[in-house]
């Protein structure tokens, strides 16, 4: 009973929110939702099946969590692997990999892309619990304003086909931020070589996400955030949260609506 209330409350909440702002919400989507609609990966789950794939890769992903790594950090030895490997075994790759001016984290990048579309349904007609259907009808009628996600699939282009994919660097030109569009901040499969994964890809990311994050706090301003599929200690979500939390300390006397 206690939960129902929960959700009476909440659901009231959020009304209030959307008729004061007067605005379609902006979705922020994580794993999660992957995760319930066709069983797609966390980040360690991806970690794990690459490890599985790669003959190379000795140590599981526990292993190197036990010793203090991160997720990127863990990346980043798989990635010396999976080159290693795929040197060793080139007709599992395309031909096009072993050029000499592509970076060394295209073989695992590309295995990435494989495992993804291996496992996402092509169309959402091919999610069969008739639960999850009326779910995305759900999230359909939402009509949000935009979307952001950090995950690499391509199921909210399939739940949302009128929507424009953003991915990675184009988030950051100066004609994005518009209605109708899915912003895929850390890139997306139909681009793998672009994938935000290991060590180096989140040093590029971090020195510019202070940038992105001051391009979305325009839209947190204006528009209520509803976060789908995301752990709240999320170090991705925490990190750009503390950008726009500086950036309105000290520049407006803002405060966006985040519904988790």
Known sequence: MEYMNYISDVSADIKDCLNEMGTQPILF?????????????????LLEELQRRCPLIKNEVGFYLQDGFRLEDIGTEYTNSYREWAWANKQQFPSELFDSRVPKSSYIKYQIKKLFEEITPGSVDEIENVEYQKEIRLLRNIQPHAIITT???TLLEKIFPDYQPVIGQQ????DTMAIGEIFKIHGCITDYRELVFNNEDY???INKKKYLSAKLLTFFAEHPLLFIGYSGNDKNILSILSDIDEIILTKANLFPTFIF
């Open 29 to 45: 989507v994580g794993s999660g939702l992957s995760q319930r609609f066709f069983n797609g990966p966390s980040w360690i789950g």
């Open 151 to 153: 995950n690499y699939d």
């Open 171 to 174: 988030v950051l030109k100066p």
């Open 203 to 205: 040093e590029v990311f």
